[in-house]
C-alpha cells in the first residue's frame, strides 16, 4: 500500500519493518521527526539521549547485544558523535545499525551548511542516500541488511527537502528476526592498540569489498542506477538533486543516480562518462563526487558551474546546462524581510530585556532563545555551537577579567544537559568568576517540542526521572544558584545583578515553561487603554509580535496576546489593562 | 500536466494544517503528490511557505520562480514576497489581513501602501477575502488556515465533497464542526 509520508516518517517506516528494535537520538531539524515517529511503534525501546554521542554509543551498545540499532541527529549532531562513530567503523556490530544523519543545505535552521558526506570518507563508513520518501523507507531498510553483511554501521544521509517533503511510499510488514546472539569477542569489541591494528585492515578490506557491491549488486538491485536517454547530456547525482534534475532536463539527459555515496564506484562511473558528450555532476554542498570523478580521471562540470552554498533547484540546473530561463512576475512594492522572532508570551523575552538593562555582553548558545539575537533586544554576542555559551564565557572572562561582572552565558535546559554542564565544571572548578543562565522552559522548544532529562517525562510522555538543575549545579561545585521568574522583570534584574557582583561562580536559572506548551495556561489577553497610552513606545522595546503601533497608540492583538504581563511592567502610565 | 500550488503566510497561523489538507484532497483524485515543508526556526512568526505539486509524476518538491499556477497568500505582504514564484498567468488567493514584521513593528522599515495592487499589477489573477472575520464567525480566529482552505478550494477543479473528507481526515474530531464552517464560510464567500 501506498501511502504519503513525510520523508523522516519514512525512514522510521522502514525502520520498524526492518526488525528495529532499540532507537535512541537527540532531536535536531531536519532529523526530529524521525524519532518521534519511531516512538509511536510499541515494537522499538525508544528514548531521546542527552546528546548525540550518548545516542550513538546507546545505538551501538543495543547492536552488538543483537539487536538492530538506530540513532538519529543533524549534521553538526554527527560532530558530536564523531568519537564513537570512527571506532564503531573498526568494531563492526553484530545485529544492524543504521546511523541517520541530516544536512541542511540552505540552513533552513542550523548555524553551518557542513557536508556529512565527509564524515562517511573520513570514517570509513558506507552511506546510503535516498531521494524521496519511498526511498527512504526501502533505503533505511536495506541499510540494515549491509550493516549486518558488512559488519559495519551506516550511515543514511538525508537532507531538509528529503527529510521535509512529504511523498508516496510503498509501505509493507514489519519482520523481526529477534535478538542476535552476542558472543564474547574481545579481539573485535575492545579496541586496544594491538586488536584495533587487525581491524583496520579489515576495514580497508570491507571497503574494497564495498566498492565491488557498488558496481555490480547495486546496479542490479537499483541502489545505483543508470538511465540512457539523450546522450548529449549526462548527468551524475544523488539524493534530492536527482529530482531536481528529472524535473528540470526530463530526457534531455541521461542519469547515473547514485543511491550510496560512500564509497562511490570506478566502472560504473568511467562507463556512464564514456557514453555521454557533457558530464554534469549535481551535488549540494560540497564538491565530494566531482572530486572522486576527477580522482578516477574522467571529465566532469561541477562547482566550476554550480555553487558550493544553498540549495539547488530545477530552474538553477535549466539555467546552467540548457541555458533555459524562465519568465516570472515581480509586485513594484518594498517588501520588508520577516525573520522568525520570539513568540508572545516567550519567557525568553523577559529574561533578554533584563539583560539590556543590565548591558552585558551575552555568550549565546543553540535553541529559540538563539532569536535573542534580533532587534529591539539584540542581545546576543557569540553564538557557535551547543553546549559553546558556558566554556565560552570562562574563555572571555580568562582573557578579559575586569569585563566578568559585564557578561554571561544564556543557555536552554536541553542545550545545557546536552554540553552545557560540562563548560560549567570548568567553571566551578576552575574557580571562574562567571554567572551562567540557565532558560529552564521545560522543553526542547526550538525543535518543536521534545521532552529531556530536566522536564520529568520520557519521548513517550511517560513520567520519568527528572535532572535537578539546582542540585546538579550544585554539585558540580557552584555555590550560588539562584532561580528567576522571567516575567517578573524586578526579581530578574535584581537577582543577576547581584549575581554578576558575587565575583564568584554563579548559576540564576530563569524558569518558566515555553508558552507554546499545551499544559500552559495564559491569562487572558491585554488590552491598551487608549486614553492612558502616551505613545511613548516603551511597550514596544521587548519586541513582542503581538504589540504594534496603530493610529499613535500602542495596540495589542488579542489573537496572538498570552496575558504574559511582562509589556505592562514597562508602561509607566499603567496603559496596558 | 503538473500544477504547482504554494502556500505562504506567517509562522502560526496554521499553513502545515493547510498543506496536509490539500495534499490529502489532491491524493484522493488519485494524483501523484509532493508537499515540502519547512520546519523548526522559521516556524516562529518568520515568513514560511510550503510547496504542494501533483500531476501524473512528480520529482522535485520544491516551486522555484515562475512555476507556481496559485499561490494562497495567509497574508498580503507574503503574497507580494512570494510572487516571483508565480507564473505569468498565475492566480493568487490572498487574505487581506495585514501582519507587521518584526523590522516595521519597532519602526525600522514601514508596511508599504497598496500591496494588494501591486500584485495585480504584475499581471496576477487575484482573488481577495478577508478571512480573519470568518474564522472568527466560524468559532476561532484560529480557523483562518481553513477558510482560506475553502476559498481556495472554489478555484481549482476538484469537487467540494473530496475537500470536506480531506477536512474531515486532517482535523481532530473536537474542532471539525467548527473547521467544516470554516471552510464553508470560506468557499462560499
Not at chain 1, 128 to 149: G, H, I, N, Q
Request: with cysteine; aromatic share 6%.
Amino acid at each position: 500500500m501506498k501511502k504519503l509520508l513525510l520523508g523522516n516518517e519514512a525512514v522510521a517506516r522502514g525502520l520498524y519493518e526492518a526488525g528495529c528494535r532499540v532507537a535512541s537520538s537527540y532531536p535536531g531539524t531536519p532529523s526530529t521527526e524521525i524519532t518521534e515517529v519511531i516512538s509511536k511503534y510499541d515494537e522499538i525501546t525508544s528514548e531521546w539521549a542527552p546528546n548525540e554521542k550518548v545516542a550513538a554509543e546507546v545505538a551501538f551498545g543495543a547492536a552488538v547485544a543483537g539487536a538492530r540499532s538506530f540513532c538519529g541527529m543533524k549534521h553538526v549532531g554527527l560532530n558530536v558523535a564523531a568519537d564513537p562513530l570512527f571506532t564503531s567503523s573498526y568494531t563492526g556490530v553484530n545485529a544492524g545499525m543504521v546511523i541517520g544523519v541530516a544536512d541542511d543545505p540552505g540552513m533552513h535552521s542550523s548555524q553551518n551548511e557542513q557536508d556529512s558526506r565527509h564524515y562517511a570518507q573520513a570514517s570509513k563508513i558506507m552511506m546510503l542516500e535516498p531521494a524521496d520518501s519511498d526511498e527512504c523507507l526501502k533505503y533505511a531498510k536495506m541499510a540494515y541488511e549491509l550493516s549486518e553483511r558488512f559488519d559495519t554501521p551506516i550511515l543514511l544521509r538525508l537532507t531538509t527537502r528529503v527529510s521535509h517533503s512529504r511523498s508516496l511510499a510503498e509501505v509493507g510488514e514489519r519482520v523481526d528476526n529477534g535478538l542476535k546472539e552476542y558472543v564474547k569477542n574481545p579481539q573485535k569489541y575492545v579496541m586496544v592498540p594491538a586488536n584495533a591494528k587487525g581491524k583496520h585492515v579489515v576495514v580497508e578490506k570491507r571497503i574494497l569489498d564495498q566498492i565491488e557491491y557498488c558496481e555490480t549488486e547495486a546496479v542490479a538491485n537499483g541502489l545505483n542506477s543508470v538511465e540512457y536517454n539523450d546522450k548529449k547530456i549526462g548527468v551524475i547525482t544523488a539524493g534530492i538533486c536527482y529530482e531536481y534534475a528529472k524535473e528540470a532536463l526530463g530526457d534531455k539527459a541521461s542519469y547515473l543516480k547514485l543511491g550510496c555515496v560512500y564509497p562511490l564506484p570506478e566502472k560504473l562511473i568511467k562507463d556512464f562518462c564514456k557514453e555521454c558528450e557533457t558530464v554534469y555532476v549535481l551535488e549540494e554542498l560540497d564538491d565530494f563526487i566531482e572530486t572522486h570523478c576527477k580522482k578516477i580521471g574522467v571529465e566532469v562540470i561541477g562547482k566550476s558551474a554550480f555553487t558550493l552554498q544553498g540549495e539547488y533547484s530545477q530552474g538553477l540546473i535549466r539555467k546552467v546546462v540548457l541555458g533555459e530561463d524562465v519568465e516570472s512576475v515581480k509586485a513594484d512594492v518594498d517588501v520588508p524581510a520577516r525573520p522568525p522572532v520570539l513568540c508572545a508570551g516567550c519567557p525568553h523575552r523577559g529574561l533578554f530585556y533584563t539583560l539590556k538593562r543590565l548591558n552585558v555582553t551575552v555568550s549565546g548558545d543553540i535553541g529559540c532563545y538563539t532569536l535573542g539575537v534580533a532587534k529591539p533586544l539584540g542581545m546576543m554576542d557569540t553564538v557557535l555551537c551547543m553546549g559553546g555559551s558556558v566554556s565560552g564565557l570562562h574563555g572571555r572572562n580568562l582573557a578579559n577579567p575586569d569585563k566578568a561582572n559585564k557578561s554571561v552565558a544564556v543557555i536552554g535546559d536541553s542545550t545545557f544537559i546536552h554540553s552545557g554542564v560540562t563548560g560549567l565544571i570548568d567553571i566551578a572548578y576552575n574557580n571562574s568568576n562567571s554567572v551562567t543562565i540557565i532558560l529552564d522552559n521545560s522543553i526542547t522548544g526550538m525543535t518543536g517540542h521534545q521532552q529531556n532529562p530536566t522536564t520529568g517525562y520520557n519521548i513517550k510522555g511517560e513520567p520519568a526521572a527528572a535532572v535537578s538543575l539546582e542540585k546538579l549545579c550544585e554539585a558540580v561545585g557552584i555555590n550560588n544558584v539562584f532561580v528567576v521568574d522571567p516575567y517578573n522583570l524586578d526579581e530578574c534584574y535584581t537577582t543577576i545583578g547581584k549575581a554578576l557582583d558575587l565575583n564568584a561562580p554563579a548559576v540564576v536559572i530563569s524558569r518558566r515553561p515555553c508558552a507554546l506548551l499545551k499544559t500552559v495556561k495564559h491569562n487572558p489577553p491585554l488590552k491598551v487603554n487608549k486614553d492612558k497610552c502616551k505613545s511613548c513606545k516603551m511597550c514596544m522595546k521587548i519586541g513582542c509580535p503581538a504589540i504594534s503601533m496603530k493610529d499613535g497608540k500602542a495596540e495589542i492583538d488579542f489573537t496572538q496576546c498570552l496575558g504574559c504581563n511582562v509589556c505592562s511592567q514597562l508602561c509607566k502610565f499603567g496603559a496596558i489593562e | 500536466m503538473n500544477k504547482s500550488i504554494m502556500i505562504v503566510g506567517v509562522g502560526g497561523q496554521g499553513t502545515l494544517l493547510a498543506s496536509r489538507i490539500l495534499g490529502s484532497a489532491l491524493l484522493s483524485k488519485g494524483y501523484d503528490v509532493k508537499v515540502s515543508e519547512v520546519h523548526g526556526m522559521s516556524q516562529r512568526g518568520g515568513s514560511v511557505v510550503t510547496y504542494v505539486k501533483y500531476g501524473e509524476k512528480v520529482y522535485s518538491p520544491v516551486i522555484g520562480e515562475g512555476e507556481a499556477d496559485l499561490i494562497l497568500a495567509f497574508e498580503q505582504l507574503e503574497a507580494a514576497r512570494w510572487l516571483s514564484c508565480l507564473k505569468k498567468d498565475g492566480k493568487v488567493v490572498v487574505n487581506t489581513q495585514k501582519i507587521d514584521p518584526m523590522s516595521v513593528v519597532i519602526g525600522d522599515s514601514v508596511y508599504p501602501d497598496g500591496v494588494i495592487d501591486a500584485v495585480k499589477n504584475a499581471g496576477a489573477t487575484v482573488v481577495e477575502l478577508d478571512a480573519l472575520p470568518l474564522a472568527v464567525e466560524a468559532g476561532s480566529p484560529k480557523a483562518v488556515n481553513v477558510v482560506l482552505i475553502g476559498a481556495m478550494a472554489k478555484n481549482t477543479d476538484i469537487d467540494k465533497e473530496i475537500w470536506l473528507d480531506a477536512v474531515k481526515a486532517c482535523v481532530p474530531g473536537k474542532f471539525l464542526e467548527l473547521n467544516l464552517k470554516a471552510f464553508e464560510l470560506g468557499y462560499s464567500n
